[in-house]
């Protein structure tokens, strides 16, 4: 079990040449038609040599399109696309680097391996040219010009053309920037830090799409890197521009309609990359943070989801009246819906969730970072070292005595004054995440077949939501704990109730199995940590005791053939802890038969391990009320025993190589398995 942590953060959306909400003009179902997506593929890379500069914006546009069908994509691939669309970088003509950038951006978010090669035919080679000329493209867009008709539409189109060209290319920095550090080092060299940062400065100059692109693209080159910090103690000033944007100083950056506010929480989230190096409090950084975190989790996503659905209705009645008008049409032809205010309303709503799912991400990492984080794993004993019986048995208890000190000192370190609950409790986070974690919705086709990106986003944001509340509940404080019991309480019936409803839902819908899995893995994973914290109280009358029916429903969830074993992890980690509460024998009794015939049937160490420590946490003292009438009657030492070598061979097959830190653990947990056997052995003959 552990925090949840997100970096680096995947937070791009497909960024593409088309809008994603666009549909094809279905006729024929030309969608589903390889063979034709292939012989419309074969013209686009004849014309993206041609001499004719519309023709080769004309032939990128379309490659923008094609790639999203893997047949097609192949086939272009196979017939030297990404040479082309590199070329097209460094085309004369604006309109089609523009095109070139936006295709190249598409075939990196349908398969990010492109990275690596168009990282080998040294892209960055191709884009280190453009970037003193999008500067002089901006600069031009800032000089007034006179009230003349003619020179303000001239004007209006040469701006457009500097900031659609300048978007696409930082888009493939950004793009390149998450999925390849070797890119990251190398763009640093070309001062790509000052030429963001003019863009953010100039946020009042230039529509925000272009500015919270660069903040995105800084966002993402800061992450776990120190080699950036040098360019903001050269100019202090880019922190000061930060910090008055992320502290909501500047009223555009606080709005939503024109997505301002995600250009506060950008700022906020490279503040705290750069952390290290800035010369204000971790206080006020936390201050900063997490009230620009606040702001974006007041977002209302059921309303959000109310206008998609009816959005959605809107845009089916007005495919199929154009559909209706082009029915006798030859040339098959893709439906642009750009422009039309149903679809940008709807890529509207859609761009809100992409920022509370970034909010999210931004909380969730926040809270996973360690203040006390100087504790190191102890050596295991050589697998070969020969011990007596007694001192396996001293080891033993000495092994228990290590960890209670472990314990003592988390105490100790979870009294030091930590800011980031304090601005948690403050801001009302925790009740702003619980509302995002209960967005159950089940979608209508109308819905799911218009808008699809964004069916997937609230369901990223209800697993992100569950991760940043799984990362809350670690780092809070115990006296949080003693004073909000009821509500603690309350939280995990609640969690349990959500997994149900999850579950209830993963029985009928397949389409969505895999989001499903992954948000009732995050649950338990949510559940684990309340009980871990609880129990780290050490106080009886604050214990949270599960029903006879939560304890089958764990039981029933690990025995279904269709989860992870990931989720097996928690759920075995759920009732080990359990497992320790005295005063309900028949309950122990449950949990006991179910753990203690993990070692001998289940291959998966990880499984095996939790199983295992939480047999020894349970029954390490015979002064339990359950220990005689479960573990002495119901025979755990013999089954033990005879769990031992199946446990050693499994061990034994985990590779060092591949897996190290399983490896370690497992043969720890065998060390400790011999050693309790020998405990109990001889605590049953005093």
Known sequence: MGKVNNKKLKRRKRPTATNPLSVLNSIDDINDNVQEKIADALPLIEKLSSTDANERAWAAAGVANLIQNDEARKYLLKNNLLGKLMNGLTDPTNEVVIEAAGALRNLINVDNTICLELYNRNILGSITPLLPKINA???????????????????????????????????????????????????????????????????????????????????????????????????????????????????????????????????????????????????????????????????????????????????????????????????????????????????????????????????????????????????????????????????????????????????????????????????????????????????????????????????????????????????????????????????????????????????????EKNSLNDIIESIVNTMWSIIRAVDSLNMNEIKIIPSEEQVSSLIATYNNVNITDDLRVRCVGVLGLFAKLQGNVSLNKVIGDFLINIPSNCKNMEIVCEALNGIYDAYGDKSYDYDGPVFVNGGYLSILKQSYPIVQRNTKSIDKRKKRELRDRADETLYNLRAFIQYKLNESRC
């Open 137 to 511: 493209l901006i600069s031009n867009t800032l000089i007034p010009i006179d009230n003349n008709d003619k020179d303000i539409k001239t004007k209006k189109f040469e701006n457009k053309i500097a900031y659609d060209y300048s978007e696409q290319i930082i888009n493939i920095i950004w793009t390149m920037s998450e999925t390849s550090d070797k890119f990251t080092k190398d763009i640093l060299s070309c001062n790509i830090v000052q030429f963001l940062m003019e863009f953010i400065k100039a946020l009042d100059k230039l529509p925000f799409n272009l500015v919270n692109v660069a903040a995105q693209c800084l966002n993402t080159i800061t992450e776990e890197n120190e080699d950036v910090y040098k360019y903001f103690t050269e100019t202090p000033d880019y922190i000061n521009v930060l910090k008055t944007i992320a502290s909501g100083q500047i009223p555009i950056a606080n709005e939503w309609e024109n997505n301002g506010i995600l250009l506060k929480l950008l700022s906020s989230s490279i503040l705290y990359n750069i952390r290290n190096i800035i010369s204000f409090s971790m206080d006020e950084l936390y201050s900063i943070i997490f009230n620009s975190i606040s702001s974006c989790l007041d977002y209302k996503t059921s309303d959000s989801i109310k206008e998609m659905v009816a959005l959605a209705e809107k845009m089916k009645i007005e495919d199929q009246k154009i559909v209706q008008k082009t029915k006798n049409l030859k040339n098959k032809e893709l439906i642009d819906n750009e422009g039309k205010p149903t679809y940008e309303r709807a890529k509207v709503l859609e761009s809100h969730l992409t920022i509370i799912q970034l909010s999210l991400e931004i909380l969730a990492n926040v809270c996973s970072e360690d203040l006390n984080d100087g504790m190191n794993n102890e050596e295991i004993m050589d697998e070969g070292m020969e011990m007596d019986e007694q001192d396996e048995e001293n080891a033993f208890l000495e092994e228990m005595d290590r960890i209670n000190e472990m314990q003592n000192e988390d105490d100790i370190n979870d009294n030091a004054n930590d800011e980031r609950s304090k601005y948690i409790i403050n801001n009302g986070i925790i009740g702003k995440i619980i509302t995002y974690c209960e967005n159950f919705y089940e979608y209508n086709d109308n819905v799911k077949n218009y808008a699809s990106s964004y069916v997937n986003n609230t369901n990223i944001i209800q697993l992100r939501s569950i991760n940043a509340l799984n990362n809350i509940l670690m780092m809070m404080p115990k006296e949080w704990y003693v004073n909000n019991i009821n509500d603690v309480k309350n939280m995990w019936g609640w969690l349990y109730g959500l997994a149900g409803k999850a579950s209830g839902l993963l029985s009928a819908n397949n389409e």
